[in-house]
């Protein structure tokens, strides 16, 4: 079945040591986008990728970088991840024409200790 | 600015009955996106319903159904003959055309009472 999938779904990392979180779809969807959720929380959106070409929020810390190699993947790099990042991150995908809908994968868990 | 306001921070309805999830929308655009996603606790997220905003027809998947209200900017989520299963948050969620930004509300978490 085609889908969003992350991983891992739960890291744990120290206070300031690089982390990255890895999304793969097989939907080959043309937008990817992370957001970070933190507890009863609405998505927050980081950043999205339309293509190559990429969007970033204001409001996204410069702590937060993302890269898209390639159409399947992205990735979610915390440069020095402190104890507020402690979220779940959620990576999900659209396509910019058609159903318009985002499909999300499951997420993954970051604790920062 | 897009904005998405979900009034009702939790609701609650009882096994089999019907409840209405409300939200409203801010947008001066005529072409977009509304959704309604389930988020299921510790589970992933998932695409209930979708209302595209050029249809006056309201979207409806088996239990679940829409009013939306263009001129009001309402879109609300009814849910028929609720079952356990339904226990989740709730998130409206709007797409403005073109372009490829979505805007969520804060949520409404659902409890079933059996």
């Known amino acids: 079945d085609a889908m969003v999938i992350q991983n891992p779904r739960y890291q744990v990392t120290q206070f300031g040591k690089p982390v990255t979180l890895s999304c793969s779809q097989t939907l080959n969807h043309n937008v990817m986008y992370w957001y970070q959720q933190k507890s009863s929380q609405a998505p927050k959106l980081l950043f999205h990728?339309?293509?190559?070409?990429?969007?970033n929020e204001a409001d996204t810390p410069d702590n937060f970088q993302s890269r898209r190699p390639n159409t399947s993947f992205c990735f979610l790099d915390i440069r020095s991840p402190g104890l507020g990042d402690a979220a779940m991150y959620l990576c999900a995908t659209s396509r910019a024409t058609g159903g318009r809908e985002q499909f999300f994968g499951p997420g993954t868990r970051l604790t920062v200790l | 600015a897009q904005t998405v306001t979900q009034s009702q921070p939790e609701m609650s309805v009882q096994e089999a009955e019907t409840v209405t999830l409300s939200c409203t929308y801010d947008t001066s655009e005529s072409d977009y996106y509304l959704f309604w996603y389930k988020q299921p606790p510790s589970r992933q997220m998932i695409l209930v319903i979708r209302?595209?905003?050029?249809?006056?027809q309201n979207a409806t998947e088996n239990r679940f159904s829409v009013n939306f209200q263009k001129a009001a900017k309402s879109f609300s989520l009814k849910i028929s003959d609720s079952q356990l299963g339904d226990a989740a948050m709730y998130f409206c969620a709007y797409r403005m055309l073109p372009g490829n930004q979505f805007y969520f509300g804060t949520g409404t978490s659902l409890t079933v009472i059996p």
């Open positions: 209302q595209e905003a050029y249809k006056q």
């Open positions: 990728y339309y293509d190559k070409d990429f969007n």
